[in-house]
């Protein structure tokens, strides 16, 4: 079974090929970039389709990260796998940032807790905790950076993701310190691949997951009524 993995909601456009029979990544690239997700899509999985050798109708399934991350990124990579599943008539199901950051080091160690944070700009991190087994200790929540910080410091903890640095600046003095740090701008596509094969089409759907509104809102109060 051949999955094609797509990640554009945080700060790079990523794409894979997952032979999932094997868990070998046939083929994947990540560009990091801030902006230009609409742009860099298209042609990143082309090329990787290509490289894998693959037609997308040799696919058995697409996997897309749902957030929480960019609003406009996560519109482009929900936008381009549900198109390609409607072409194709294949499933596409959801993945979120905060589980795909968590999952490598749950793969290799699933007895040490993992703190997936995102940085959501103005002092604020998106966050879940995870603890042994996978087992979900802090829900998805957008809150404070010295709230998560005090929140998750419950002990020895690995923390991962853009926000890792800043949860670690303001971690609580006398508490056990974090036994790692990656300050990664973006998941492991791969991992994406890996969760989707996983995911259940009936409950993983690929809505955007934001856990807060927009920045941007409509200007109600400068709006020309309608005759």
């Not at 868990?23 to 990091?32: E, T």
């Not at 490289?51 to 996560?74: K, M, W």
């Not at 950051?101 to 905790?129: C, E, K, N, T, W």
């Amino acid at each position: 079974m051949y999955i094609l993995a797509i990640d554009t909601a945080l700060a790079a456009c990523s794409a894979a090929v997952l032979d999932a029979e094997a868990d070998v990544v046939v083929s994947g690239d990540s560009l990091l970039m801030e902006r230009g997700h609409a742009e860099a899509l298209i042609p990143l999985v082309d090329r990787v389709m290509r490289e894998a050798g693959l037609d997308f109708e040799h696919l058995a399934r697409i996997a897309v990260t749902i957030g929480p991350g960019s609003f406009t990124g996560l519109r482009v990579g929900l936008s381009a796998a549900r198109g390609f599943g409607l072409t194709i008539n294949r499933p596409v199901v959801g993945v979120s940032t905060l589980a795909a950051l968590a999952a490598p080091f749950l793969a290799f160690d699933d007895a040490m807790p993992v703190v997936s944070a995102i940085d959501a700009r103005h002092g604020h991190v998106y966050l879940q905790m995870f603890g042994v087994g996978g087992r979900t200790l802090i829900a998805p929540r957008v809150t404070t950076v010295r709230e998560a910080a005090r929140a998750v410091a419950i002990g020895t903890a690995r923390l991962v993701g853009s926000g890792a640095a800043l949860l670690a600046e303001a971690w609580p003095s006398g508490e056990a310190p974090p036994v790692s740090v990656d300050d990664v701008p973006a998941p492991d596509v791969a991992w994406v691949a890996r969760l989707g094969v996983a995911a259940d089409p009936e409950t993983a759907e690929p809505r955007p997951f934001y856990l807060r509104p927009p920045d941007a809102k409509p200007q109600d109060k400068a709006r020309v009524a309608r005759r």
